[in-house]
């Protein structure tokens, strides 16, 4: 890593006071991440596929310096955020959010989360499960129709 940064000018390794979780705003983190980076990264983080075989990682395990430098970079299809465009505050306070949603410790408000895929996941749960539960219960009262008429 030294030797990269001797070969040009670049952002500079974030200390942990640049990212780490102490006086960040974890509500107003989430309100960034999800106006900035939940178009690809999902709302709580997993990822995403991308246009042209790209994809938006996993931010689940990751490391928050390495999301900090990512911030700063901009890798693969990912635009940069410089500070002119979210502030060293900003960043921290998306960090935090990162951590507080994927935290093994935060309960899904909804119950089950169904792998915090989102609305996706959530309906195609609900149009098996509601449909299926529909039909069947169609299917019995049909049942049960045949069989008082033949009586």
Excluded at 90 to 107: C, F, H, P, R, W
């Amino acid at each position: 890593a030294a030797y990269v940064a001797s070969l040009g000018a670049g952002p500079a390794i974030p200390t942990e006071e640049q990212y780490g979780p102490e006086g960040a705003d974890i509500a107003k983190g989430g309100e960034l991440f999800r106006n900035n980076c939940a178009q690809c990264h999902n709302f709580t983080g997993k990822g995403g596929a991308l246009t042209h075989g790209k994809y938006a990682p996993d931010l689940e395990d990751v490391d928050p310096k390495h999301i900090y430098e990512a911030m700063l970079t901009g890798p693969q299809n990912m635009p940069s955020f410089p500070d002119s465009v979210l502030s060293e505050q900003n960043k921290k306070d998306i960090i935090a959010y990162l951590g507080e949603v994927n935290s093994d410790q935060t309960e899904s408000p909804g119950g089950l989360s169904l792998g915090g895929l989102g609305p996706v996941s959530e309906g195609l749960f609900g149009w098996i499960f509601g449909l299926g539960g529909m039909i069947l219960v169609a299917v019995w009262v049909a049942a049960r129709t045949a069989k008082a008429k033949k009586s």
